[in-house]
């Protein structure tokens, strides 16, 4: 016997039993991106190389320990590990930003090599938006107030916390890396390896370290918000009115940095405490010199992502009371050569009158009795009965199977429109 072929580690198959929650959670996030006006893109899922590294930045994690890498002939290609970069070099490569504002969102599989845990996996499904072309801090309050829309349609608003910080620009960012740096060699006793080689590389990502002790150090070293130019200010304070104004709560987080170097003014997650030690559902920020960075016009760009397997995870986790579409609705049972002609022909029949009623048809052959048990299996409303003798007669028996209601003979004519009255 042949050994089984077993999933890589870290990338997961979806079953039929938990599909259904998937596609009811991305069907809200495309509903609400929607009616905010944006737009779907679809990238390629290989992008070369160099475009990871240039947009992302070479001494990231992300680019330096996480990418699937491979040779292609002479070409170096790489799994996207984020979905920014590739929508930055679509946007270039067919002009949709020269002169353009452009609000764009997309939707699929990532990729990272690293240690897989509950709601991290090696292939990972994002939700992503990006905006070009509007520099102001408008756009960014409507971002977070997106998500914050999502979040109740989700059910799960009471338990996600906005945390807010600017970055600055980048010569501000340069100015605090120096006096953090010198703050943290005088501590160096207590940053790990890790740690000390971000401190030569990407000292700000120190700032997330999950070392308590560390931590608590970190709260005397310098803030980079005493640090921002006066153009990034102000760009924040107008953000935080705008979110006053509507209502969203937030905390000024001053040791929230984002994980990619692209990133420059407004930085922003929602965390959540439900699901452990994973507690970022959604994150993002501006980016405005990506786009030049890669060689576009100078132009203006912000945007998030959010993890699909962790918002499924955190409503799974806190709501009780999501009403997920049923498989089936109808149930055709048959027996008799006439009959399953007369069975297909009308399941044809109502997926044409009815275009959202789910139709199975048996198929599988047995009697009635077998017939009815995958009929209640199914979880489907009716049963639509036919044998010879309702081929004869010309009429259908349709059996309630969810409640205590007698069956009914009609003709099959009035199947159709019983159904949709009593659905």
């Excluded at 170096?76 to 452009?102: K, S």
Aim: aromatic fraction near 8%.
């Amino acid at each position: 016997m042949a050994k089984t072929i077993q999933a890589i580690r870290g990338m997961n198959d979806c079953s039929p039993t938990e599909s259904p929650l998937w596609q009811w959670v991305e069907g809200k996030v495309r509903s609400v991106l929607q009616n905010y006006g944006y737009a779907e893109v679809r990238m390629p899922i290989v992008e070369s190389t160099p475009l990871f590294a240039r947009a992302i930045g070479e001494v990231t994690d992300v680019v330096s320990k996480e990418m699937y890498t491979f040779w292609d002939n002479d070409e170096q290609l790489t799994l996207r590990p984020e979905g920014t970069a590739g929508c930055v070099r679509a946007a270039i490569e067919h002009g949709w930003v020269y002169n353009q504002e452009q609000r764009l969102w997309y939707m699929g599989p990532m990729f990272r090599h690293e240690r897989p845990q509950k709601g991290r996996y090696r292939q990972f499904h994002q939700a992503g938006v990006e905006v070009f072309g509007i520099p102001n801090p408008e756009i960014d309050a409507e971002l977070i107030m997106l998500t914050a829309r999502l979040w109740k349609e989700l059910g799960i608003f009471e338990h996600v916390t906005l945390q807010l910080n600017s970055i600055g620009s980048l010569e501000a960012r340069q100015n605090y890396r120096s006096a953090l740096v010198a703050f943290l060699q005088q501590h160096i006793d207590l940053l790990s390896d890790e740690e000390k080689e971000r401190l030569e590389k990407n000292p700000l990502r120190i700032l997330d370290s999950k070392n308590q002790t560390l931590q608590e150090v970190l709260n005397d070293a310098p803030k980079l918000l005493d640090y921002l130019d006066e153009e990034s200010r102000e760009h924040f304070a107008q953000l935080c009115a705008l979110l006053d104004a509507v209502g969203i709560q937030y905390e000024v987080n001053p040791k929230l940095v984002r994980g990619l170097d692209y990133y420059n003014k407004t930085v922003f997650e929602w965390v959540t405490s439900a699901l452990g030690a994973q507690g970022t559902v959604c994150g993002g920020g501006r980016y405005d010199g990506l786009v030049e960075q890669l060689g576009g016009h100078p132009t203006t760009g912000v945007g998030f992502a959010m993890g699909l397997e962790r918002l499924v995870l955190l409503v799974q986790e806190v709501n009780a009371h999501i009403n997920l579409p049923k498989a089936v609705d109808v149930y055709m049972v048959y027996q008799g050569e006439g009959a399953t002609l007369a069975a297909f022909k009308l399941a044809e029949e109502l997926r044409s009158a009815l275009p959202q009623l789910r139709v199975m048809t048996h198929c599988s052959g047995g009697n009635f009795k077998k017939q009815f048990k995958r009929a209640d299996k199914s979880g489907a409303t009716f049963a639509l009965v036919i044998g010879e003798s309702e081929v004869q007669n010309q009429q259908v028996v349709i059996k309630h199977l969810l409640d205590d209601v007698e069956q009914q003979t009609l003709p099959i004519n009035q199947v159709a429109q019983y159904i949709q009255q009593n659905s």
